[in-house]
């Protein structure tokens, strides 16, 4: 079965400084999907970042970058020079590739940048 | 505009009610999926489909009904047997291509509140 876990529930922040979110998943299957949404006080999930198992590049997409490890199971998410509108709940998942595409959801990770 | 859309944003039912909760989408996905989001918690699926005129259940299923008789819409009915409906319900479609490659992307939300 697959899981995802975030183990820190809320992370303040001062404005510029950096915070990273951390996600540590649990699958059996050996092809596999990773994804990052953001959450703002709107409600609507945000799509910001797929990565396939078979890809352990890692990427930097303006002030964000995701660093993925299958050695350790983990694909955390950094975000660079916090600015008070990356406030929101961000959500880690994962999709098996036998899974008829249904997505595990992390708890997420409240983030508070303070101005 | 190309996107998914969920009516109302706001819905307030009485116990013994049933409700509808709408979804549409106008990207020409063939899977469309709810979700059901808990205060601090992630999102748990529902129910979801691949096509039209079928659909599966998801992970907490009962007391939810879906239909699926256009490739466009996908109504959530929140019957009387669902115990704690309150809740923030999230509508998503993927293109679906046989394989987890696809990102899911996700409608605003209809937040309803039992009185």
């Known amino acids: 079965a697959q899981k995802v876990t975030q183990a820190q529930t809320e992370i303040s922040v001062v404005e510029k400084e950096d915070v990273t979110l951390d996600c540590v998943y649990e699958t059996r299957d050996t092809t596999y999907y990773l994804f990052w949404y953001k959450q703002p006080p709107s409600g609507e999930l945000v799509f910001l970042i797929r990565r396939n198992s078979f890809d352990e590049q890692n990427e930097i997409s303006g002030r964000y970058s995701w660093n993925f490890q299958k050695s350790t199971s983990s694909f955390n998410f950094t975000i660079t020079a916090s600015q008070v509108v990356d406030s929101a709940v961000y959500f880690c998942?994962?999709?098996?590739?036998?899974?008829?595409?249904?997505?595990?959801f992390g708890k997420g990770n409240q983030v508070v940048v303070i101005p | 505009d190309g996107g998914i859309t969920q009516s109302p944003k706001y819905l307030f039912r009485k116990e013994g009610q049933n409700v509808t909760l709408s979804c549409e989408q106008n990207l020409n996905h063939d899977a469309m999926y709810w979700y059901r989001q808990d205060p601090g918690q992630g999102l748990r699926l529902i129910y979801y489909s691949q096509i039209v005129n079928d659909f599966q259940k998801g992970d907490i299923a009962e007391g939810y009904s879906v239909s699926r008789e256009k490739k466009e819409s996908f109504p959530l009915t929140v019957t009387s047997a669902q115990k704690n409906p309150t809740a923030f319900y999230l509508c998503a479609s993927t293109a679906w291509g046989g394989a987890s490659t696809d990102t899911q992307y996700f409608g605003p939300g209809t937040r309803l509140t039992v009185l």
């Open positions: 998942a994962l999709s098996e590739a036998h899974g008829n595409n249904r997505l595990a």
